[in-house]
């Protein structure tokens, strides 16, 4: 299902079919973008390796930050691209508890850390050469859906219809208009949110059973 087709699903299903519509196209396409970004953020719906602009980088002799595209959401794996190494990637707190302190110590890296500022990773020690970098990561879509329409959703086909879901939530949500409605905008919130929760759960579990999880989702 693309984005169109989500639309007359959703107008369907709404009772939305004649015009002038109730919701435009150009919200619910907005509507089910924020619905696909959400389940990505909610669920880790979609890894990638694979990524050039996303998954290599570059970290330069004596400078231990690396920026990070924004669509990144969480770093997975970093492995050095000259020997295969994998690295360690620590969060701040586990960081601390383990001992890596930036205090200008200089030496082949062995770690590297995340959540110290934002779309960012750090490495440690001071790195003493430059060294390329692959990353594993979830991250957010590359393409937002727009209302150009017939757009394909980058998430797993077996997930479009959750998305009407939160599209729904946003509709009746919008304040000031005759169709506002709380308890359908809470109801229909909730269950997508139960949802992702979960395909999350799935997600992981398919994760252990046999390690990672194929390109684009569960």
């Keep these: 299902m693309n984005s169109s087709e989500a639309l007359e699903v959703f107008r369907e299903e709404m009772n939305d079919e004649a015009t002038p519509y109730l919701w435009s196209d150009a919200l619910v396409f907005r509507y089910l973008d924020q619905a696909q970004k959400n389940f990505c953020r909610w669920t880790e719906g979609i890894e990638d390796s694979t990524t050039p602009a996303i998954t290599r980088a570059t970290v330069a002799l004596g400078v231990d930050w690396v920026e990070l595209d924004p669509r990144v959401l969480k770093v997975r794996e970093v492995v050095n691209v000259s020997t295969g190494r994998p690295y360690k990637v620590h969060n701040m707190e586990d960081a601390a508890r383990l001992g890596v302190v930036f205090n200008g110590r200089t030496g082949q890296i062995e770690a590297f850390v995340t959540g110290l500022s934002k779309h960012t990773l750090r490495a440690w020690p001071l790195p003493t050469e430059d060294t390329d970098i692959e990353l594993r990561v979830f991250r957010l879509p590359l393409v937002s859906i ?4 017939d757009e394909e959703f980058e998430i797993d086909e077996q997930h479009h219809m959750a998305l009407l879901l939160w599209a729904k939530a946003m509709a009746y949500g919008k304040e000031d208009a005759e ?19 979960a395909a999350k759960k799935e997600q992981g579990r398919l994760r252990r059973n046999v390690g990672t999880v194929a390109y684009g989702g569960l």
């Design 146 to 149: 727009t209302d150009v329409g």
């Design 179 to 197: 169709t506002f409605n709380k308890s359908k905008r809470d109801d229909y919130e909730v269950r997508f949110r139960s949802y992702c929760e």
